[in-house]
């Protein structure tokens, strides 16, 4: 599991406090269902998943609510 699924609210309110809203191409939902079932996961936790990795490829880590830059030159 991704660091970043650490607990950031004490009160209990589950692990993903924060929601995120996209516009997203035609059939992006069908190809999400798709890739989801093929990795025999949810639709949301296959985009959580997908988004922490392409944000991971950029350079850009999210670590217990935090996040820290890797920047190459």
């Known amino acids: 599991m991704h660091e970043a699924y650490e607990p950031i609210i004490e009160d209990g309110r589950g692990r ?3 929601d995120i809203r996209v516009k997203a191409p035609r059939g992006t939902r069908a190809a999400v269902r798709a890739a989801a ?6 639709n949301a ?3 959580r998943q997908a988004l922490l990795r392409c944000l991971d490829l950029d350079g850009v880590t999210l670590r217990r609510g935090l996040v820290e830059l890797s920047l190459e030159d």
């Open 37 to 42: 079932h093929i990795k025999n996961t949810t």
């Open 45 to 47: 936790e296959y985009v």
């Open 16 to 18: 993903f406090p924060e």
